[in-house]
Nanobody, 113 residues
Framework: VQLQASGGGLVQAGGSLRLSCAASGNIFSINTMGWFRQAPGKQRELVAAITSGGTTNYADSVKGRFTISRDNAKNTVYLQMNSLTPEDTAVYYC????????WGQGTLVTVSS
C-alpha cells in the first residue's frame, strides 16, 4: 500500500484548504484512514481519523473546523480545513492502519497571520 498526499500550501488565517490522500492497493476500503500533523518542535499528533464504516474522530483543537471524509471508490481520503489559524501550521501526514500500517509523505500547510 502506498499513500500520496497533496493539497498543502500557504493560506491566510481564516482561510480554507483541502488535503487529499490517494491510496494504492485494495486495503483502503477496510482500513482506518487518518491525518496527523507535526509542527516544528512538537510531537506528531492525530488530527482526524475515519474508520472503514465511516466513524470519525477529531482532535479537540480542530473540532468544528476540520472535516474528514473518504471516497472508497476513489481510494481517497480528504481533510477539509476551514477557519485555519497559525496554530494549524504543520506538516500533515496521512496514514492507514491497522491491517496494513502505512504513512504517506507529508504535505506542508502554512497559515499566515
Amino acid at each position: 500500500v502506498q499513500l500520496q498526499a497533496s493539497g498543502g500550501g500557504l493560506v491566510q488565517a481564516g482561510g480554507s484548504l483541502r488535503l487529499s490522500c490517494a491510496a494504492s492497493g485494495n486495503i483502503f476500503s477496510i482500513n482506518t484512514m487518518g491525518w496527523f500533523r507535526q509542527a516544528p518542535g512538537k510531537q506528531r499528533e492525530l488530527v482526524a481519523a475515519i474508520t472503514s464504516g465511516g466513524t470519525t474522530n477529531y482532535a479537540d483543537s480542530v473540532k468544528g473546523r476540520f472535516t474528514i471524509s473518504r471516497d472508497n471508490a476513489k481510494n481517497t481520503v480528504y481533510l477539509q480545513m476551514n477557519s485555519l489559524t497559525p496554530e494549524d501550521t504543520a506538516v500533515y501526514y496521512c496514514r492507514t492502519w491497522p491491517l496494513v500500517d502505512t504513512w504517506g509523505q507529508g504535505t506542508l500547510v502554512t497559515v499566515s497571520s
